[in-house]
């Protein structure tokens, strides 16, 4: 069973086919030196991880946590964190409309580190993954940030006390929570991600991070975003659901091919 910190390195990093920033910056939200790097790959593990007795779902690296020998290390201006995930648990994720995971399917040239041609084939199935209940799971995202940042479920979020102390509020949080659903809103709208986000909702977003809206303003804003997201549901002309035969048939054809490479 694959538990061992190398040995998962050692199975995600030679079978990526795809990955890129996911973080502030594949975004348009980056403020100056503040912001980590975020990155997300998808791989294809060896064929014992998945019929044999081994497993693998992910692997993790943080730099901050090696840095400092913890692994609850809070990372700094620079760090990398990074998640590499099985073909298949990328594909349950994203056929579920996880918004973080679907990143990868839109992801410009620039923010890529790693793109196989397998993994542009992964890219140019997107139409697949687009569906109303992706939507649906930006609007409960969505809700549940607000709810967290206000302390009305569970803590309320203060990993970054220094902006409460400084601002009256975690702005960072509260922008990314303002993206999601803007992001939400096109997804529904056009079936797509535009990276990095675009004119005046960007430059609105990076406002709210510098604190130039005060809570009040921006719970508003997330409250309209709701109830615009819930509309869309009812009106938007993507599917209902995504393509899940067709996003099984890839997954599955790629792991064949990818065997049958490996133990050549």
């Known amino acids: 069973m694959a538990n061992d910190d190398a040995e998962l390195k050692g199975i995600a990093e030679p079978n990526t086919i795809l990955r890129g920033l996911v973080g502030s910056s594949v975004h348009g939200l980056v403020l100056g030196g503040t912001d980590d790097r975020d990155e997300m790959g998808v791989c294809v593990e060896p064929r014992r991880y998945i019929v044999g007795f081994?497993?693998?779902e992910q692997w993790v690296y943080r730099?901050?946590?090696?840095r400092e020998g913890r692994a609850g290390a809070r990372s700094r201006a620079g760090d990398l964190d990074l998640t590499i995930y099985s073909l298949r648990k990328w594909a349950r994720l994203a056929l579920q409309g996880n918004p973080t995971v679907l990143l990868l399917l839109y992801l410009p040239d620039d923010a890529l580190v790693v793109r196989t041609e397998v993994g542009r084939q992964l890219q140019q199935l997107a139409p697949a993954f687009a569906s109303r209940q992706a939507g649906r799971r930006f609007l409960g995202y969505l809700e549940a940030q607000r709810q967290r940042l206000v302390?009305?479920?569970g803590q309320r979020d203060v990993n970054r006390a220094e902006l409460v102390k400084q601002l009256g509020?975690?702005?960072?949080y509260a922008m990314h929570m303002l993206r999601l659903g803007h992001q939400g809103?096109?997804?529904?709208?056009?079936?797509?991600?535009a990276l990095p986000m675009r004119g005046p909702v960007?430059?609105?977003?990076?406002d709210v991070r510098r604190g130039r809206s005060n809570l009040a303003d921006v719970l508003a804003e997330c409250m309209e975003l709701e109830l615009r997201l819930g509309a869309l549901l009812e009106s938007s002309t993507l599917p209902l659901k995504p393509e899940t035969d067709r996003v099984e048939r890839f997954v599955m054809d790629t792991y064949a091919a990818a065997w049958a490479a490996q133990e050549a």
């Open 54 to 56: 081994g497993r693998f």
């Open 151 to 153: 302390g009305e479920c």
């Open 63 to 66: 730099s901050a946590a090696e």
């Open 169 to 172: 509020y975690d702005t960072k």
């Open 202 to 206: 960007r430059s609105h977003l990076m």
């Open 185 to 193: 809103a096109e997804f529904l709208e056009t079936g797509r991600l």
